[in-house]
């Protein structure tokens, strides 16, 4: 018994779960301290985090195998979180964005998971290890054996296999990154737990591509069950689940609120201080209403906070908000398909037409500009890149007279999410702008989920509208998700990442090259190419990286920033 929970302990403290003095008390409680001097020595050093196998590499990847739960030393409480956005889908094979994936993480499981901090290091979740030929282009991942779905049936290697075979032929926005790479066909079950993948083309970061398209892994028969029509169950699975995930859906309330439960014997454990009951996500799409929410106590956690609410937040007993830089970067995005943004010339006008640093200015300077189109700390970033768009009445009217626009007169739509202030600031500050050009800019603010099914094709795409994106850590996702017009010029049209509908058959020509070539000289070529060309094209306007600002009661313990908007509540507990 008190070998078992010395390797809990351990376990916990490698993954980060627990602190260094956390697990030294924990071992002290169960082995005494005879126990401790014998392994004082491993908890020493922290290791470093699994790696992906390079494109040349065939060795097995070692990594950690999920411990059994833990004992929980507090009791399970309830949490209530806020987001301004609504989980429309819990499809798996459908799309993403930062609240379905949030939601979605708790009910499935995935091969990998990011954690750990910034870059986000990928880590082992349902795959131990895994295998990449010498030419990158097959690919053999061993899964636990530990896994359970929900209705106790193990997670094998068929619902891998199912998982992403049903994506691939849904042909949604989470195909987008698989589509070209991998074929159905080439998915194959060695063995119970053992799930080979031969690629169309060599992809050295292959289980890091995996990790960040985050495929959720279906529990077949669930999914089977619920067919209707042979839709696959796609009807169902909108706002239920056939997951093994650390929560099970206890109340779905479209529009309103998520109540998720805690599933008690999950399969990887909990954290070593205890576990979640379970969480309700609550929409609260007002930013000043979160803060109120969080302040007045109906509330736990919230994500969003407006940047205005930072000093007020932290100088509440109490609370804390955190201010964490990633890569969340904010663009303009121009329809190029149609109407005045459809011409380049009107493209760089709006580019020089906005005032950037008086805008970072208004968020009280928690904002990072953009230089070029990909965020800096992505992998080939240029800092050099030309042009670089900045506010220059100048050269705004310069590009404007080239336009068949030069003496306005005419109207623009700005959409954004409703109750974001800080996006409807930054529309604010272009309308200001464009009005010294006979230029009317209508404000429109929108649900999410209306925005998103907007910039499903172009003749619904507004002509300007605010965007975030988080395309991970390869640089080459940055410009397929964005800028690769087959992403969005296609039956099932398009995502919110695309709504610029930029059609150049040359950046979609180097977006293929670059996926393929593992010469890194070649690579940074390319990669330095498209940002030129993207820039000077600049279908839409890079704006800045956003801090992602979450704030919570000091009771609740165990957040980590992993790079994304919201929380991991696996992780999650409360102390009163």
Not at 411 to 427: I, K, N, S
Not at 480 to 494: C, I
């Amino acid at each position: 018994m008190a070998s078992h929970s010395l390797d809990t302990l351990w376990e916990q403290y490698r993954q980060g779960r627990i602190s260094r003095r956390e697990f030294l008390q924990g071992v002290a409680a169960v082995a005494g301290l005879a126990g401790l001097q014998a392994i004082a020595s491993a908890c020493a050093p922290t290791p470093a985090p699994a790696a992906p196998a390079a494109p040349t590499a065939t060795p097995e990847t070692a990594v950690a195998t999920p411990q059994p739960e833990a004992p929980a030393a507090i009791e399970p409480k309830w949490l209530i979180y806020s987001g301004g956005q609504d989980v429309p889908t819990l499809d798996p094979s459908d799309r993403t964005d930062y609240s379905i994936g949030a939601v979605g993480r708790q009910l499935y499981d995935r091969l990998f998971r990011f954690e750990g901090g910034f870059p986000r290091p990928i880590e082992p979740c349902l795959c131990e290890r895994w295998e990449g030929s010498d030419d990158a282009r097959e690919w053999i991942f061993h899964l636990t054996n530990k896994a359970v779905f929900h209705d106790g049936t193990p997670v094998t290697a068929e619902a891998v296999k199912y998982s992403y075979g049903r994506t691939l032929r849904f042909q949604r926005q989470r195909s987008n990154l698989l589509l070209g790479l991998l074929e159905e066909k080439n998915i194959e079950v060695v063995d119970d737990y053992t799930v080979r993948m031969v690629l169309n083309e060599p992809y050295g970061d292959f289980p890091r591509l995996l990790a960040y398209q985050e495929q959720w892994i279906m529990n077949p028969k669930v999914v089977k069950d619920h067919e209707v029509g042979g839709d696959e169950g796609e009807k169902w699975l909108i706002e239920h689940e056939a997951g093994s995930g650390p929560f099970v859906i206890k109340e779905w309330q479209i529009g309103d609120h998520y109540s998720l439960e805690a599933v008690p014997d999950y399969w990887q454990g909990w954290p070593g201080r205890g576990r979640l009951a379970g969480f309700t996500w609550r929409i609260i799409r007002d930013t000043p209403q979160r803060r109120i929410a969080l302040l007045a106590g109906e509330v736990d956690f919230a994500d969003t906070i407006g940047t205005e609410d930072v000093e007020l937040i932290n100088n509440t007993p109490g609370y804390v908000c955190e201010v964490n830089y990633g890569t969340l970067a904010g663009y303009f995005k121009l329809n190029n398909q149609k109407g005045p943004t459809a011409d380049v010339n009107f493209r760089r006008f709006l580019a020089y037409a906005f005032d950037y640093e008086g805008y970072i200015k208004s968020l009280g300077g928690l904002g990072k500009l953009l230089v070029g189109p990909i965020p800096d700390g992505i992998a080939y970033h240029d800092p050099n890149v030309q042009p670089v768009y900045r506010y220059d009445l100048e050269k705004a009217r310069e590009a404007l007279n080239q336009t068949p626009y030069k003496d306005g007169g005419i109207e623009l739509d700005f959409v954004y999410v409703t109750g974001l202030t800080f996006e409807e600031q930054a529309g604010l500050i272009l309308l200001d702008q464009l009005s010294k050009f006979n230029i009317k800019l209508d404000m429109i603010p929108k649900v999410w989920p209306d925005m998103v099914a907007a910039c499903n094709k172009p003749e619904t795409g507004p002509d300007i509208s605010m965007i975030f994106v988080d395309s991970g850590p390869l640089p080459d996702v940055w410009f397929r998700e964005q800028w690769y017009s087959p992403t969005w010029d296609r039956p099932t049209g398009g995502s919110f990442q695309s709504c610029d509908f930029y059609k150049n058959p040359e950046v979609d020509s180097l977006i293929e090259q670059v996926r393929r070539t593992v010469d890194e000289e070649e690579r940074a070529r390319i990669l330095k190419e498209l940002q030129r060309m993207i820039m000077e094209d600049i279908p839409g306007i890079p704006i800045y990286v956003l801090p992602n600002l979450v704030a919570y009661n000091k009771r609740v313990k165990g957040f980590k920033y992993f790079g994304d908007i919201s929380v991991d509540f696996w992780r999650l507990w409360i102390e009163d």
